[in-house]
């Protein structure tokens, strides 16, 4: 006998997650399927940042016990040229992937019904939806949420038709830092940015995650290129000739455990108008992570999606193709599509772009970020106080560069 209900949803990520938990807790009816009955360690979200995506997290009603699972960092350096250009306020947490999927899981309630298995075939409709599983069972639903992320087999087997626009549009690469002779770095936190275009790294940001430094350093890369064999090998040295001034700022440090890289496609779906299925996060279209905005393309189009359009699509028969097009022609939605892509273009350029306009563009964000900081000084300290321990804090600065340069030599 079939499982029947409202909705099922394909995949137990982020994007699953918190749309079984979203559906849960409004009283709907709904299977969650996921190959992994605890999601497995992955190299993806590690950051929750910035007044606005957290309040879209938080929109979703899941954030709180993620929140508290996670790190915060309540300050943030800006550095550039090996100097400290400012000491932001933020709240910012660090988190691992597999633990923000754990504590969104928590949030789904007993009602919904979770299924381990993988999802082989979907046979979508006007009115119920079919969904075939690895373990033989199959699932009738209303609604089919695709919430897998770059698994490509069930949108093959829908005739949804993927293109990638930029291939390796950009490198992530991960790894724990640890200071060296000492028990913990001087920063909070810290993004640094590139010192030269030709290095083709435009920032690694440095967060907790517990009680581990976490380094997510971003490159525009090809997948073929010896530097990403150079990361892995020798990270180390790797991330010194990238970003030479990182380490007056760090001290001496060393990379612990594994080395992760993952290249980042730029995709689109075609196709994905079709009754009684619809697509959302990655699933649906990709984003680059060195732009930090895929958590806020997860966050939009669940919340519309539960909040606004499937309590719609629920209150009337079918599940028509006019029905699912109202989620892909939301205005939110499509607006935080376009900001997310157009930023990872116009990222790419400021990094990369060797134009006159570019370089203008990266000495304007440097003035920008030299301004900010400045004026936070100025806010906090008064301005005789501030002369003295600018002098003696640059005093400091000059005997530690000079100690670390005698044993060895960017967030969004």
């Not at 919430?147 to 950009?170: D, E, F, K, W």
């Not at 000495?363 to 900010?372: C, E, I, K, P």
């Amino acid at each position: 006998m079939p499982h029947y209900t409202d909705i099922a949803i394909i995949g137990g990520g982020l994007a699953g997650s918190i749309t079984a938990a979203m559906l849960g807790r409004a009283g709907i009816a709904a299977i969650l399927v996921d190959p992994h009955a605890a999601y497995p360690p992955d190299f993806r979200i590690e950051k929750i940042s910035g007044a606005e995506q957290i309040a879209r997290f938080r929109r979703t009603g899941t954030a709180d016990k993620a929140l508290r699972d996670a790190t915060l960092a309540a300050e943030n350096w800006i550095a550039r040229f090996g100097y400290v250009l400012d000491r932001a306020p933020v709240h910012q947490y660090g988190i691992d992937y597999h633990a923000l999927v754990a504590a969104v899981r928590e949030e789904i309630p007993d009602s919904v019904l979770r299924i381990v298995a993988k999802a082989t075939a979907v046979t979508p409709g006007e009115d119920r939806q079919s969904v075939v599983l690895s373990t033989g069972e199959t699932i009738s639903a209303r609604l089919v949420v695709l919430a897998n992320g770059l698994n490509v087999g069930l949108r093959h087997q829908l005739g949804i038709t993927r293109t990638i626009t930029s291939p390796a549009h950009s490198i992530s690469v991960g790894f724990d830092l640890e200071p060296v002779d000492r028990p913990a770095f001087s920063f909070p936190a810290m993004t640094y940015f590139q010192e030269r275009a030709s290095a083709r790294v435009p920032y690694v940001t440095l967060f907790p995650i517990g009680d581990r430094m976490r380094a997510n350093l971003f490159a525009y890369r090809e997948v073929d290129d010896p530097w990403l064999r150079a990361v892995r090998r020798n990270p180390v040295e790797t991330l010194d000739a990238a970003l030479p001034g990182l380490r007056r700022i760090t001290g001496d440090y060393a990379v612990v455990g594994d080395v992760k890289v993952r290249p980042a496609d730029l995709v689109v779906n075609s196709g994905t108008r079709m009754p009684g299925v619809v697509l959302i996060g990655d699933a649906f279209c990709t984003t680059c992570p060195v732009t930090g905005t895929g958590s806020d393309k997860v966050f939009t189009d669940v919340e519309r999606l539960c909040n606004v359009h499937i309590p719609r699509w629920l209150a009337t028969d079918g599940m028509s193709e006019g029905k699912i097009a109202a989620f892909y022609d939301d205005p939110v939605k499509t607006a935080c599509d376009a900001w997310s892509l157009q930023k990872a273009w116009q990222f790419r350029e400021v990094s990369i772009g060797t134009s006159p306009y570019w370089l203008a563009q990266r000495w304007a964000r440097f003035a920008v970020s030299l301004g900010r900081g400045l004026k936070h000084r100025l806010a906090s300290t008064p301005l005789d106080a501030y002369s003295s321990s600018s002098s003696s804090s640059s005093s400091s600065s000059s005997r530690s560069s000079s100690s670390s340069s005698s044993s060895l030599s960017s967030s969004t």
